[in-house]
């Protein structure tokens, strides 16, 4: 069942969120951190920094470290997940979901960590150019959770924050909506718990992207 349209512009984080990219990014973080020699951190420290620009969250993950190895750091980070990239794809359903909003005239849009490199390689992988209205990286503006992101989105696009709606997997997705006034949806399949969600105040907390989609056809 559809419902009336409540926001003009849907914008999606791209891992953990529409991207099962959480465990390689992970991984290749802590592989990073044992090629130079710093504290290897935790899986859960390494999924906490999942969405912040390359160097905050190598910052955060390896707090020991050297500021003037932090390049080295970022080397070795990009060297293991592109080794593996190509094992990861979308979530299931992600597709159909995008294409049902898109019957629905909703704008689409992707505000992420990535760098612009990145999320291009990743929309090619994906087969998803053309998809989206427009998309924000961390190397084109502020980072999350400041709003630069979502503030150019919707001047780019001509919608108000009560017409747009920001879709992620972490707090750092929650408060960047927060902080650009904007309306939000967490989803539980990514790299932070949802149990960290409820202080952010999301609309929904989404279980997996069948779960997402159903509640956009009906709320959104």
Known sequence: MTSKRRFDLIVFDWDGTLFDSTALIAQSIQAACADVGTKVPTDTEARYVIGLGLNDALAHAAPELSPDLYPLLGQRYRFHYVKRQHDITLFAGTLEMLSLLRQRNHLLAVATGKSRRGLDEALTTSKLHGVFDASRTADQTASKPHPQMLLELMAELDVAPERTLMIGDTTHDLQLAANARTASVGVAYGAHHHDTFSEL?????????????????SHA
């Open 201 to 217: 105040s999301p609309l929904h907390v989404a279980h997996s992207v069948d779960d997402l989609t159903t509640w956009l056809l």
